[in-house]
């Protein structure tokens, strides 16, 4: 049996989001800020959109198997411009941080792509967030680049599939 879950999110799951996005620690290696309520309805509603076009691709909540508690959220986005590529993310709760749970999400999410057309994955991460970057170089991704993305520092590293 997998230690997680991951089920595609909907309307009724934005308690979950909300909780992770307005938690300051999660937040604070994504965009330095805590995402204040409405915005994050706005970001929600995107996300719900999103999720509806794409059956393959999308944005999950991720549940703990055992206790089935909500954890974080792994995201696989197709990148419509290259129809060929899709962006990784993931986000946990911090008292799942150090259990293995991010290693977890991005090995399923990169499976769930290697069932796809697609034939690279990218994620971006603040270069000061070691774990996400040792969970990404351990399931084969490289660095592309460093750069500033919407303002904040970033790390751009991509895995072909």
């Known amino acids: 049996m997998d230690r997680i879950i991951l089920e595609k999110f909907e309307y009724n799951d934005f308690p979950f989001y ?3 996005v307005s938690n300051e620690s999660v937040m604070a ?14 970001n929600f509603q995107k996300l719900l959109d999103r999720n509806k076009k794409f059956v393959e691709f999308g944005t999950y909540k991720v549940y703990d198997n055992q206790t089935n508690k ?34 977890e999400i991005a090995g399923i999410l990169v499976q769930r792509a290697k069932k796809t057309k697609l034939n690279r994955l990218t994620a971006v991460i603040d270069p000061e967030n070691i774990s996400s970057r040792r969970i990404l ?16 520092p970033g790390e751009t590293l991509s895995k072909v599939l």
């Open 18 to 20: 909300f909780n992770l």
């Open 29 to 42: 290696m994504i965009t330095e800020r805590s995402i204040p309520f409405n915005e994050a309805q706005g």
């Open 70 to 103: 909500f954890i974080g959220l792994g995201k696989l986005i197709l990148n419509e411009e290259k129809q060929n590529e899709a962006e990784l993310g993931y986000m946990l709760l911090p008292e799942y941080w150090g259990q293995g749970y991010g290693s």
């Open 137 to 152: 170089v351990k399931k084969g991704f490289i660095s592309e680049k460093m750069c500033e993305i919407g303002g904040l």
